[in-house]
């Protein structure tokens, strides 16, 4: 709103159109008196150029309301993104020159030709008449498309404002726990166990073709809803459920699963009455399916609690932030996500254990997206304090590693030895940037943290060095190979950072009842780089990052269930492949160079013997394929 209203009154553009991706989000640009709060200027717009709240189809009369509005004097038009792409085919992207366009949920946006509003948005860029600002809580996609083409993304400024920056900036809401939990047999049996029902809460069932379903949705409402009570009736006004729970508790209920659309229609205005956004009482739990996610606004929601495996982690985490906004009395939200414990069954296993990883991967990536903005440093004699860092008590030590906090800015500043620095700006503007990007690659890999997690003779350097390499190589080939190991090092230092304070805090933590504080993050960091004989990158190498997780989930599912677990990815293990035996030969490569020598097949170091291993698996490809260089080098030299 602030952006938008400089652009026409001081930037002279001609008209703004903010487009969401469903209806539900517009409301979220009603009118809001920002002068009351110190601005010039409040925000308005026009009953009748909100089209997420007229009347028509998408391709229908809203196209032809779109095209007015161009013609008119008006200034602000919302839309959803289906209107917006059926209003660009009719009129053509030259009709938009000199407007800003503000695409909300940018992550439904992809470089993939085949995606409509990606597809747009290039002929706007290209034809470079507009301005565009895009938003999203999540700038990665669940399927590991590329959200924009590079070289478009490059002509953008980013503005970053972290989770952490959030919650601390936030008045009431300091604290927020992300967890997933196993049950057996039917869910709704043991629903209780993780819902509390005087805790705010957005319960999302499972979708009908997942495994945690009982395929018929209408009744799964009826069971959570006799768990929690006696129905005692519907509220003529808003369509609520009332439910009586044992402590005498009246719950009201929202049911936005119900596809009956005057019942839904009904509870769905009542969710949205700006009359009562700010009334604590209106609603105690929404049950939903596919509403009430990204975009949905609820201050008051306390837990966002999911059953099944959701289709993607942007979907979970803009799950996870309907629980994230602030709100007098809410100190503390959490995000729960509730998986079927593994069948017997081969297929069912299978199933099991794709479900299982992707909660880990999201529950990774949650923590990863809630850590302070890193800022690594390599450690040199020369270095010194910098202004406006906390590093704690004992103040900045000369020879140690040294952990410093900006508690205006929300930086974590890191210092570690040998840490290869990026030479070119990209690769700069990557490891100041786009670290989560690279990390939700990485624990999207299904290899990867199947490996991490079960694969017993899996080396923590083969994961942070040979599949976070590919990863990278991958993700930015135009960069030099030494800058894409600088982009490696910085996220797996970003990672395993995040890990390491996660597991300092647990075992700090382990036997209090009292709330984590603020700082037990830094905290914990600095505990663990104070610990160690020097924080080198060869340390953090050295570090699984799946290994916190995996004591975690060996607490929350039973011994037989790891095993088969295990199992099931032992059954898949393959010999060493042609492109994993290059990676492996390349970082002997680098190891002859800092030691003088190959690795040795018979060394006890478990890294120093896969490498080897990786040469002989090379040299074997190469008998076979009668080619006798590897990575710019001789691998007999």
Request: aromatic share 8%; glycine share 6%.
């Amino acid at each position: 709103m602030f952006i938008a209203l400089d652009k026409l009154q001081n930037q002279g553009l001609k008209q703004v159109i903010i487009v969401v991706p469903e209806k539900s989000i517009g409301s979220s640009f009603n009118d809001e008196p920002l002068s009351q709060f110190g601005f010039w200027a409040d925000w308005s717009v026009e009953p009748k150029w909100n089209l997420c709240n007229s009347p028509g189809t998408d391709n229908g009369g809203k196209v032809n309301t779109l095209g007015a509005f161009l013609e008119s004097d008006d200034k602000v038009l919302v839309c959803t993104h289906a209107t917006f792409r059926f209003a660009v085919d009719k009129f053509g992207v030259e009709k938009f020159d000199n407007r800003l366009i503000a695409v909300d949920e940018f992550h439904h946006v992809s470089a993939n030709p085949e995606n409509k509003l990606g597809l747009h948005l290039g002929q706007f860029i290209a034809r470079n008449r507009v301005h565009i600002v895009a938003m999203t809580g999540s700038y990665f996609r669940g399927d590991s498309e590329a959200v924009l083409d590079p070289n478009d993304e490059s002509k953008f400024d980013t503005v970053t404002y972290t989770y952490y920056e959030q919650l601390n900036g936030y008045e009431y809401l300091k604290q927020l726990d992300i967890g997933y939990y196993f049950y057996s047999g039917s869910y709704t049996d043991d629903i209780l166990k993780v819902l509390e029902p005087s805790e705010k809460t957005i319960i999302h069932i499972p979708n009908v073709n997942s495994r945690e379903s009982t395929k018929d949705k209408i009744r799964e409402v009826e069971y959570i809803i006799d768990e929690l009570g006696e129905w005692q009736g519907t509220d003529p006004a808003t369509g609520f459920q009332i439910v009586k729970t044992e402590d005498g508790q009246l719950l009201r209920i929202a049911d936005l699963v119900n596809d009956d659309p005057t019942k839904r229609d009904r509870v769905s205005a009542a969710l949205k009455d700006p009359a009562h956004k700010n009334n604590r009482d209106h609603v105690d739990i929404i049950i939903a399916l596919g509403m009430a996610k990204e975009g949905f606004d609820w201050i008051w929601c306390e837990h966002a609690l999911t059953i099944g495996y959701r289709a993607s982690l942007t979907e979970v985490i803009q799950i996870i932030g309907r629980a994230t906004r602030d709100a007098p009395g809410k100190t503390r939200a959490r995000f729960t996500n509730l998986i079927a414990e593994l069948d017997a069954s081969e297929q069912a296993v299978t199933e099991a254990v794709n479900d299982t990883l992707k909660a880990i991967a999201a529950s990774l990536l949650m923590e990863q997206v809630l850590a302070p903005r890193f800022e690594f440093k390599t450690k040199n004699p020369e270095n010194g304090p910098m202004q406006g860092f906390d590093y704690g008590n004992e103040g900045y030590d000369t020879v140690k590693c040294n952990v410093g906090f900006n508690h205006e800015t929300g930086q974590l500043q890191i210092e570690i030895a040998g840490l290869s620095e990026p030479k070119s700006e990209e690769a700069a503007r990557i490891c100041r940037e786009d670290l989560t990007e690279v990390i939700a690659s990485f624990v999207q890999d299904k290899e990867t943290i199947e490996r991490g997690l079960f694969d017993s003779e899996m080396v923590a350097e083969e994961l942070t060095q040979v599949y976070m390499g590919k990863i990278i190589k991958d993700k930015y080939p135009d960069l030099d190979i030494e800058d894409q190991e600088a982009v490696r090092q910085y996220a797996v230092a970003a990672l395993n950072m995040t890990q390491l304070a996660k597991q300092t805090v647990l075992a700090s933590t382990k036997n209090s009842s009292e709330t984590v504080s603020n700082t037990a993050f830094i905290d914990g960091l600095r505990k663990f780089a104070m610990d160690v004989r020097e924080l080198d990158i060869d340390l953090i190498d050295s570090i699984n990052p799946f290994s916190e997780a995996y004591a975690i989930l060996a607490k929350a599912i039973s011994e037989n269930s790891l095993k088969q677990v295990a199992a099931v990815i032992s059954s898949k293990r393959i010999k060493i492949s042609y492109d994993e035996s290059r990676s492996l030969a390349e970082r002997a490569l680098r190891f002859k160079k800092e030691r003088g020598r190959l690795p040795d097949i018979k060394a006890q170091d478990p890294w120093e013997k896969r490498m080897a291993e990786g040469i002989a698996a090379l040299r074997h490809y190469r008998m076979q394929q009668k080619v006798a260089e590897v990575g710019g080098g001789d691998i007999n030299d």
